[in-house]
């Protein structure tokens, strides 16, 4: 395939194929390539309106030795498992998730960026309730489809630093509502303010904790993380999407000698802290280099900004971490907790 691996962008590009299978009669039909990427769907369908639907976001990579592996997609099953039994929908097996995944890094290998280029695939997989109905009882009539896609790094190839803002009038998550879960319906009303702080030259937003306020929940798209005194410091909320990349890269702190600390995390801690970052696997590991706290978005009033880098500049550790988590996905460090799953 002639692309230009290094200036993919994170765009979605027509490939070969789509696996798609259905939930009929309590079983899962066999699974299908779909070289259309088009689904008709009956304009009640649950999904269309009420945003009955959950999905994932992983990658495959191909290493420097020419295999091609998908990172940890057994905790992307697990996680979409998890989304679908809030949801009341069927929970595809583990097996059928990885079998789905691979089968759709196969059949668009072409699109596979070659190694040398920091690019991946982006595989999608979503479940959605395509069941025709408007009253609100379950009825689960269920699709669960994969796409993948060739794609840079979120916010460009190379490893650069971005400015947050925390939206004070704007939540991500309810305290007791589905933060937690990888749900459609919880990205939606985030289109808003990001296109408002992206207008501003915001390249993030950060959440605090819709109940008090208190503490840090994480970014839009990813969570947060901080360096403070060799200390990875992260969140513990209910409200927080469990990151894989956030799990690995705890992980890796531990490996490469630093302490890790989950726990609350107060917004004025952030004075504290030496580095932080968003991690995700969209985001990878995103340094920040200042973060804005704006009591009202749309308006002009910074009440308070903490500033941990320069753009260019960035820090020792998110460096380091950054370099061992993509070193052990493209096969130059070696992978001794055994994340990557081998496609071929
Ligand atoms: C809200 C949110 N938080 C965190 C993450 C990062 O999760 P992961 O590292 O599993 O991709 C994502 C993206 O997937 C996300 O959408």
């Known amino acids: 395939m002639n692309l230009d691996w ?47 639907a959950c999905f994932e976001g992983l990658k ?33 097996p583990v097996e059928l998730f990885i079998q ?15 190694y040398g ?30 796409m993948g896609t060739p794609v840079g790094t979120y916010h460009g190839s190379t490893l650069k630093a971005f400015s947050a803002v925390i939206p004070g009038n704007y939540d991500r998550a309810a305290p007791k509502g589905s933060g937690s879960y990888k749900l459609a319906g919880n990205y939606a009303p985030t289109f808003r303010p990001y296109n408002i702080a992206h207008a501003q030259g915001y390249g993030e937003m950060l959440f605090l904790n819709s109940g008090t306020r208190e503490f840090i929940d994480e970014f839009g798209s990813s969570n947060f993380f901080a360096i403070k005194d060799g200390t990875y410091i992260t969140p513990l909320s209910d409200s927080v999407l469990p990151s894989i990349t956030n799990k690995s890269l705890q992980v890796v702190a531990t490996d490469l000698g630093l302490k890790v600390e989950k726990r609350h995390i107060p ?9 932080v970052g968003a991690c ?36 020792p550790m998110c460096t380091k971490l950054y370099r061992h ?10 992978d001794i907790h055994g994340w990557c799953y081998p496609v071929c």
């Not at 009669?25 to 769907?41: H, R």
């Not at 917004?267 to 580095?275: N, P, S």
């Not at 920040?288 to 880098?309: G, N, Q, W």
Request: hydrophobic content about 45%; proline content about 7%.
């Open 6 to 52: 290094n200036n993919l962008g994170f765009d979605v590009r027509k490939t070969n194929a789509v696996m798609v299978t259905r939930f009929v009669d309590g079983a899962w039909t066999p699974m299908e390539a779909d070289a259309s990427f088009t689904m008709s769907l009956n304009p009640y369908a649950l999904v269309m309106h009420y945003a009955v």
């Open 60 to 92: 495959a990579f191909r290493q420097k030795d020419g295999r091609v592996v998908m990172f940890r997609p057994d905790e992307n099953a697990a996680r979409l498992r998890r989304s679908a039994a809030y949801l009341g929908l069927p929970e595809p």
């Open 280 to 315: 995700g696997t969209a985001v990878v590991l995103t340094p920040i280099s200042r973060i804005d706290v704006k009591p009202v978005l749309e308006e002009a009033e910074v009440t308070a900004s903490y500033r941990f880098c320069e753009d260019g500049a960035v820090g």
């Open 100 to 114: 789905m995944c691979e089968e759709c890094v196969r059949r668009n290998l072409d699109f596979l960026p070659p």
């Open 117 to 146: 280029h920091g690019a991946s695939m982006y595989i999608r997989p979503i479940l959605m309730s395509v069941h025709p109905q408007i009253g609100l009882s379950p009825h689960p009539e269920v699709v669960f489809a994969v």
């Open 267 to 275: 917004l004025a801690e952030l004075a504290d802290c030496q580095e």
């Open 325 to 334: 988590l993509t070193g052990i996905q493209f096969g130059e460090v070696e």
